[in-house]
């Protein structure tokens, strides 16, 4: 007798898991969106600066050290070639 009442639990929980289907789907951003609407565009574009962000930063961070590298090298070659040998 007790298992009546967890089965019949059980079989409403299952009975609403597709119900909940349509809400889950309008959960996201784009599927709540109307056909012609620009806001899709709008959030496709805004992921896209998102995504390219950390690699913006990194490359200028990274083509900064190699120019202050690049530098560092040629001022030292420069002071390596001015230099006459001593004998």
Same mark, same amino acid.
């Given at each position: 007798?007790? #298992?009546n009442g967890v089965k019949?639990?059980?079989i409403a929980a299952v009975a609403a898991v597709p119900s909940l289907a349509p809400r889950a789907a309008l959960?996201?951003?784009m599927c709540g969106l109307s056909p012609g609407d620009?806001?899709?565009h709008? #959030?496709?574009t805004s992921v896209l600066f998102?995504?390219?962000g950390p690699y913006v930063t990194f490359g200028l961070i990274g083509g900064i050290v190699f120019v202050a590298w690049?530098?560092?090298n040629r001022r030292s070659l420069?002071?390596?070639v001015s230099t006459p040998p001593k004998r």
């Open positions: 007798m007790k #298992f019949s639990i059980a959960a996201c951003a620009h806001a899709g709008a #959030f496709n998102m995504l390219s690049r530098r560092a420069a002071v390596k």
